[in-house]
């Protein structure tokens, strides 16, 4: 099971104030835990034209497997139809394997679906993208939910995520609520959907409550090396 769990991981370095020593300790992480994909700002991506170690680093990573994916307008999805594409365009250029894009979460409340859909679908038509819909903003009004889930799915990206991280805090229990509602919402309406769970995961027993209910198909996590040592112990002691 722990392998099995390591591939539905996408490691991920988001904060904001991560400096370049914290970017090389996040690549040399990522290289011993081989996850499913690392996942990062596309300013990291540029750097690695100016960093050699940064960019041996994600061609040791796409050598062994693991797939590159920095995030497209991150983490508010609000910069416009132009700058998705152009930013989704220079990272495609340099390698990258697939994206999180950010919903337009300002367009789709203002139901003005057509501007938040036309934002991911060419580049839904071109690579492979997962739209993050902003999951807290959404939990409380079901049938906003189901259309954001359907409008990813109508896009043409071939995952959904619930959230960057960064909305605001809540209490454990709640926290758990929304991402099970969310789940078993995506599940429902647009199960062709592939699911990842983001933002919050900071134990394996976090991971482990959702693998219970069915299980995301993928977990982004900023906790992916301290979550996968406690994997591998809890192996042991199996």
């Known amino acids: 099971m ?6 539905k991981i996408d490691a991920t370095i988001l904060k904001i104030d991560a400096a370049c020593g914290d970017i090389d300790r996040f690549f040399k992480r990522a290289k011993i835990i081989l ?3 690392v996942v990062f700002h596309g300013n990291v991506f540029y750097r ?5 170690s940064i960019k041996a680093a994600m061609k040791n990573l796409k050598e062994a497997g693991v797939l590159i ?7 508010l999805g609000a910069s416009g139809r132009f700058v998705k594409f152009l930013q989704w365009k220079e990272l495609l250029r340099h ?17 003005r679906y057509s501007e938040a859909w036309e934002e991911l679908e060419l580049p839904a038509r071109f690579s492979r993208i997962k739209v993050i819909i902003h999951n807290h903003y959404l939990a409380g009004n079901r049938q906003r939910l189901e259309d954001a889930i359907k409008l990813v799915r109508d896009a043409g990206a071939f995952c959904v995520k619930d959230s960057t991280g960064f909305e605001p805090s809540v209490d454990h229990q709640a926290w758990q609520d929304a991402k099970k509602r969310f789940l078993e919402t995506v599940r429902t309406v647009a199960p062709e959907l592939k699911v990842k769970l983001a933002g919050g995961f900071k134990t394996l027993a976090d991971i482990d409550f959702f693998e219970r209910l069915g299980g995301a198909d993928i977990y982004g996590l900023s906790a992916f090396y301290e979550i996968c040592l406690e994997m591998k112990n809890f192996s042991k002691e199996e």
């Open 48 to 52: 690695s034209g100016r960093d050699g």
């Open 35 to 37: 996850p499913r994909a």
């Open 95 to 111: 390698g990258a394997d697939e994206f999180d894009f950010c919903l337009n979460l300002g367009a789709f409340l203002s139901g």
């Open 69 to 75: 994916s920095p995030v497209v307008d991150f983490p």
């Open 2 to 7: 722990p392998g099995e769990l390591i591939k």
